[in-house]
């Protein structure tokens, strides 16, 4: 008999073919709710998630499950802690996008190196001003300032060196020089990475440590040219200094894939400044990154089904096969 995989969304061909070619038989579910899950799950042995919470209601209806593939780097929609009372393995797909956010990081400096969000503005209106008054430069030669140098991290640093020739410094309290790409400095000196860089760029999660990382003291130590990315989370910046420091003019600008409430408030002020481009969260959103992340949810699931070490499991998952 072939193992059941529930997909409460569909998934990518990559991943569909991974799996059908070698027996197993996918399950596509009703709904992606928490209720849509418990009616399907039951005698379902693996489930790859998307947008779906992997709630202790969906984990006590989950009988046969021994496996969750989360399709996609985070995994705070799984109850984990249920997962582990539930001997049931965590898997997720962490490398799937990091080219996509990566490349996304270095769309946000150039866009800010051009002004283009004041460019695009005026151009129409008057376009000597979009094209000769407002403030360009380069990125050859600047220093870029990396906090959390993991997986996206490290892809930014070798662009923005090898790419770019720019001067990369890193701040990440979890890791070595020795882990460094090489050519990238790294310091333990938080407020150095703010002082000294011309683009500072923000790579590390979410956690209880880095919520509102960066604020008021941190824009302050920042050139008045300097530019700030952020591709990770909103809620490692504290959105209303970074809206001070732009209206204030503290920092050139801004480019930001993420704020603290998504989908957006309209409403929120940021979005009337002219120095801050922003994107409703597109890192992860590309074709490639998608196609990517359905592979890895299929290996990781055939690779504990079959007995195997999984590649790619949560922290704290490694053990089990
Ligand atoms: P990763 O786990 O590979 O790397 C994170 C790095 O941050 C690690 O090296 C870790 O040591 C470091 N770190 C942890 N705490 C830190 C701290 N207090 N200060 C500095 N560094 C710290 O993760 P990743 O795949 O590179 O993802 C990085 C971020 O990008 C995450 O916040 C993730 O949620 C976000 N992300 C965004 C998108 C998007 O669509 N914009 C897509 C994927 C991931």
């Excluded at 979009?130 to 990396?146: N, S």
């Excluded at 070595?176 to 938080?190: I, K, N, R, W, Y």
């Excluded at 500072?200 to 700030?228: I, W």
Aim: aromatic share 8%; charged share 25%.
């Amino acid at each position: 008999m072939s193992y059941k995989i529930l997909l409460p969304q569909e998934i990518m061909k990559e991943g569909r073919e991974y799996l059908e070619s070698r027996g197993y038989e996918l399950i596509n579910g009703s709904g992606m709710e928490e209720q849509d899950i418990i009616r399907d799950i039951p005698d379902c042995d693996g489930i790859i998630v998307r947008l779906s919470k992997m709630t202790d209601a969906v984990f006590t209806a989950a009988k046969n499950l021994k496996v969750v593939a989360r399709h996609g780097a985070g995994y705070d929609t799984v109850d984990l802690e249920s997962a582990k009372r539930h001997g049931v393995v965590v898997l997720n797909a962490p490398v799937a996008n990091s080219m996509s956010v990566a490349e996304l990081a270095m769309f946000y400096m150039l866009y800010c190196s051009r002004n283009f969000k004041r460019v695009e503005n005026y151009m129409l209106e008057d376009y000597y001003y979009a094209k000769l008054k407002t403030p360009k430069v380069e990125l050859d030669g600047k220093t870029l300032g990396i906090i959390g140098v993991g997986n996206i991290g490290s892809r930014v640093a070798k662009k923005a060196l090898h790419g770019f020739n720019m001067k990369v410094i890193a701040y990440d309290p979890y890791k070595t020089q020795a882990d460094m790409p090489e050519g990238v400095e790294l310091t333990s000196d938080f407020d150095h990475i703010f002082e000294a860089s011309d683009f500072v760029t923000l790579h590390c999660p979410a956690t209880p440590e880095t919520m509102d990382f960066v604020g008021k003291r941190q824009f302050s130590l920042m050139k008045k040219n300097a530019y700030f990315i952020n591709t990770a989370r909103g809620k490692v910046v504290d959105e209303p200094a970074l809206y001070e420091a732009l209206s204030d003019h503290l920092i050139a600008g801004a480019g930001v894939d993420v704020l603290k409430e998504e989908p957006f408030n309209s409403k929120n002020p940021i979005f009337a400044l002219d120095n801050i481009v922003i994107g409703p969260h597109i890192g992860a959103a590309t074709k490639e990154a998608t196609d990517r992340a359905s592979l890895h949810s299929a290996i990781g699931i055939d690779e504990v089904l079959s007995g195997k070490k999984p590649s790619w499991p949560v922290p704290g998952f490694e053990g089990e096969e």
